[in-house]
């Protein structure tokens, strides 16, 4: 059965950064794209970014274009989002999700696995 | 733009079923989809995806009692025998190149 583990989420100030981790397991991480996906108290599933199976293409959700960074050490089958500029807002469960597909582009961009989840959570 | 409409809320007795329904937006009708739950306190997990063509491909491990049907731009799931462990929310999801869009989620109360 995959596996994905996420870590890294905390406690943070309005205006600071934190990066997450996925530790991926038990497939071939380096075949498939991947994305973040996050659930902020009270609200339903949104979409973050997706990085594709090589890592040379990204997309970004406008809410958080120019403030995250999703990336990928396909050496370490880990995904990464590094995420500055933190407001209130980005408080959420942040989910990793394997895709079906390896391009991030308009084929196999269903979410087949899910991780449990890491809660960040922006406040002073 | 691409948007996923579904009902905030459903309910259904223990036993019986229910049919959820997830309506893509005009220019969109033909897209496929795929069905997400999320129970209380966990994360989500892939119920199944809905081809174009109205064929559907289960995730790992769901349940007989779960499929998936088509009706133009409406994308629907159908849970027969509705246990308690089926009280859930309920997400559609579709995809294009560059972005991923969610329905705004379906709170299924069993009762």
């Known amino acids: 059965e995959v596996q994905l583990v996420e870590s890294g989420g905390g406690l943070v100030q309005p205006g600071g950064s934190l990066r997450l981790s996925c530790a991926a397991s038990t497939f071939t991480f380096t075949n498939y794209a991947m994305s973040w996906v996050r659930r902020a108290p009270g609200k339903g599933l949104e979409w973050v970014s997706v990085?594709?199976?090589?890592?040379?293409?990204?997309s970004y959700a406008d809410s958080v274009r120019g403030r995250f960074t999703i990336s990928r050490d396909n050496s370490r089958n880990t995904l990464l989002l590094q995420m500055s500029s933190l407001r209130a807002e980005d408080t959420a469960l942040y989910y990793c999700?394997?895709?079906?597909?390896?391009?991030?582009?308009?084929?196999?961009?269903?979410?087949?696995?899910w991780g449990q989840g890491t809660l960040v959570t922006v406040s002073s | 733009q691409i948007v996923l409409t579904q009902s905030p809320s459903a309910s259904a007795s223990l036993g019986a079923s229910v049919k959820l329904t997830c309506t893509l937006s005009?220019?969109?009708?033909?897209?496929?989809i795929a069905w997400h739950q999320q129970q209380p306190d966990k994360g989500p997990r892939c119920l199944m995806k809905?081809?174009?063509?109205?064929?559907?491909i289960k995730g790992d491990g769901i349940p007989d009692r779960f499929s998936a049907s088509m009706s133009g731009a409406e994308r629907y799931l159908t849970i027969s025998s509705l246990q308690s462990e089926d009280e859930a929310d309920y997400y559609c999801?579709?995809?294009?190149?560059?972005?991923?869009?969610f329905g705004g989620g379906t709170k299924l109360t069993v009762l």
């Open positions: 999700a394997k895709e079906a597909g390896n391009s991030g582009g308009n084929t196999g961009g269903n979410f087949d696995w």
């Open positions: 990085i594709s199976a090589s890592g040379d293409s990204t």
């Open positions: 999801q579709t995809w294009d190149i560059g972005i991923r869009v």
């Open positions: 005009s220019g969109h009708s033909e897209y496929a």
């Open positions: 809905l081809n174009r063509d109205g064929s559907h």
